[in-house]
Structure formats: C-alpha cells, structure tokens
C-alpha cells in the first residue's frame, strides 16, 4: 500500500565535510554505506553552474542518503545539531565494522559506545564521526528499507545505484531546539506540509515534537535549554505528495528561498519550482506569525516526480505509480517530459552495472503530484485504445507496453 501521509520520504541529510579519505573509511568502511556514483556528475553539474564544491561522496543508506561535500569554502565542516538514528539489521556486524577503523581514525573525533537510548528506551551504538558529527544505531524491528511503501525488502528490491548497503535506511534526524518551540515547529509542518504530527516527552522529560514522515521516518525536535551552536548550513532532503499546495503556502508567507550554493536553482515561482521539481525553505517560523523565527534548517522539498526518486519495486514488477490524490496504480506508466524518463533509464542501467544483474524491468516506483493525477489516469484508457497520441507525448505520459 502507498503511503498517505503528504511527507513521503526523508531521502537525504546533507553534511559538508573537510577529508575526502576520512569520510570514506567512516561512511563506507565503517557505516557500511554503499558509495553512489551520481556523486560525480551531480558534483559537474553544480561546479559547470558556479557551486564552490571541489569533491562530493553520496554515501547510501538503505533508500537514503547522506551527501558529502567536500571542500566548501564556507563551513567546511557542518555538524547537525542533534543526533541521526539510523537502522541496522545487525549490531554485531557494525560493531567489527566500527572496531576495524578505530586505528585509521584515531586523533579525530570518531568514537562509538554501547549506551540507552532516551528516545526510545532501546540500547543503541551512540556513534561519533571524524567530524563531530553523532549517529544512534539501532537494532531494527523489522526487515524492510524505508520507503513510501510499508514493506520493501531488501532482498527483492534494489532502488539506488552502487552495492546494497549494511544498513536499512535513516530512521529518524533528531534536532535540538529552543524550550517552548516544539509544538509550534510541529503546528509549522501541519499548515505548510499538512504533515502528520504527535507531541511527547523522552526518558528526561524534554518535549519532543514528533513529524511522520512516511511508514518508518520521522525528523524529532527536542527542546533544550542549552545553548544551540549557531546554523551551518546543513540541510535535509524531503519528498511530498501535495508539492504545487505547498509550495503556494509557503510563497504566500515569502518562505521560499535559493540557496546561493545553488545558482542554477532558483524559486522564485511555481512554475520554476515544477520545472526543478523542488523548491527549498530555510526557516522554520510561528504558524501565526509567519515573519518569527522558530528554528533554521534548510529544507529541500521535491516532488515525486523528481530523478532522484528512485524507490524500488519489490521483485522486478516495473515501474509503479500510484497517484495520491486517488489512489490508483498504474504499472509501466511514465511520469515526467523526456528528459525525465531518458535519466530514469540510465538510472537502471547503472544499477544493473552496479549490481552485475540484468533489469528486465524497470526497478523505480515513484508516485504522481495531484496535478498530474488527472493527466496520469484519465491518459492511461485513452492511450490503451491509441487514441490521442499528441496529448501523450505533451503530457509524458507513456502508455505500458
């Protein structure tokens, strides 16, 4: 079943980091992450648009990622102001993953123990990178990636380029924020996102505002009366179902913003914003009062139909789109213009290059905003009794074959 919350996936953390050789022992030798090799041209494309990176490691975690960019002039080193949780089938393998780098890390801030989680009350790897960066491994409960749909194994399904990682996925980013705030940034994702919220408190009766994300994610916002560092610019990676609805809120009360590390980016309209299929938010502001500040975190908003969706089906059965306004599954359909689909099969290609297995069938499930729903649907019988080939190629719509 397709997931109905408007917040579909978490899909990436973006962190900037200052040693290339370091970040890959942690994220790939020690994390188990699986390198993906889109870093490079993505990195191309943004250097050839005047973007400041020097290097850049995709490390992938189960259905997610985290982006490393190196060599930013601006922080150089960016450190989330929290703690990442992210899910592991098996502790005792990471362990000797961990215990095997401690000798090639040694003199940086990498370190790792076995203590209980408050969050969750469960025992968890608390581990530090390099960098200064903190993560909690947890045991999963259960086997599946972490995707829009509630059970996607591992075993029957492959979604990004690059070799399987170790880990099933990002759980959970849990940010420290300011006393009193917590119900607000929830009210926040509620009027913006129309996101599915709760309110609770940890083992050490700090609030926490909890935002679902999907069947298994969550960003968590813990309140503190620490001191919270000053913002560097990290930012994560959403995918929502409701895009064109959000993006019209947001721009009302002037939320929408351009990163200049982004110039070829730029959101300034909706019909800019579906042509990047993303638009991006920096603050996090009082649901009422739209111009105070609550929290800064950069938030990359995508639609569904954006390339870099690329969640898998589950045992080769083809490209699945269901659409979420009603909820309708249209198997070997296409959603995007060209250029969309043309990036989709190279995107499988490179995944059967990078697994040694040949695709038969497309291995992407990605899922129609609300305003293609009608052109998706309503195309899908016209194009089966072959009429009306001109409004399927504007649309880019492709018929199943």
């Known amino acids: 079943m397709m997931c109905a919350n408007p917040i579909v996936l978490l899909e990436h ?21 699986a390198e993906d090799p889109r870093a490079e041209s993505i990195m191309k494309r943004t250097q050839d648009a005047g973007g400041t990176m020097l290097d850049m490691i995709w490390a992938n975690q189960g259905l997610q990622q985290i982006h490393l960019p190196i060599g930013e002039p601006e922080d150089p080193i960016q450190i989330v102001r929290g703690v ?36 969750t009350g469960e025992n968890v790897l608390a581990i530090t990178c390099p960098f200064g960066n903190r993560f909690n491994a947890h045991a999963a409960s ?20 690059g070799e399987r990682s170790l880990g099933l ?31 609770a408190s940890d083992e050490g009766s700090h609030r926490i505002g909890k935002v679902f994300i999907g069947y298994h994610q969550a960003l968590l916002f813990r309140e503190t009366d620490d001191p919270l560092p000053k913002y560097d610019g990290h930012h994560i990676a959403l995918y929502i179902s409701n895009f064109n609805d959000s993006y019209t809120r947001v721009q009302k009360d002037g939320l929408n913003w351009n990163n ?21 938010v920096l603050s996090i502001t009082h649901p009422e009062k739209p111009s105070e500040i609550l929290f800064t975190l950069e938030h990359e908003i995508r639609q569904l139909a954006q390339l870099g969706c690329a969640i898998a089906c589950t045992r080769g059965t083809g490209v699945q789109i269901a659409c979420t306004a009603c909820n309708q599954s249209n198997r070997g359909a296409m959603v995007g213009n060209r250029r969309q689909r043309q990036a989709i099969g190279l995107h499988q290609r490179a995944a059967g290059r990078a697994t040694g297995r040949q695709l038969a069938a497309p291995v992407v499930a990605i899922c129609a905003p609300e305003d293609l729903c009608n ?21 880019g719509v492709q018929p199943a074959r």
């Open 375 to 395: 052109k998706v649907c309503n195309q899908r019988h016209r194009a089966r009794s072959g009429s009306n080939r001109q409004r399927v190629e504007a649309t």
């Open 260 to 280: 200049p590390r982004f110039p070829h980016l730029t959101y300034e309209t909706l019909e800019l914003a579906v042509k990047h299929c993303e638009f991006r």
């Open 84 to 119: 990442v949780g992210l899910s592991f089938p098996n502790l005792k393998a990471l362990e000797c993953r961990l215990s095997g780098v401690e000798k090639s890390l040694s003199g940086t801030e990498f370190d790792w123990n076995l203590e209980r989680c408050g969050l």
């Open 13 to 33: 953390l973006n962190i900037n980091i200052p040693d290339k050789t370091q970040g890959k022992t942690f994220y790939l030798d020690a994390l188990g992450c």
């Open 169 to 199: 996925g990002i759980r959970y980013v849990q940010f420290s924020c300011p006393r009193g705030t917590a119900y607000l940034i929830c009210a926040f994702y509620r009027k913006y996102f129309a996101a599915r919220t709760e309110e």
């Open 142 to 161: 259960t086997s599946t990636l972490f995707g829009p749909l509630k059970d996607i194994e591992p075993g029957g399904a492959h979604g990004l380029p």
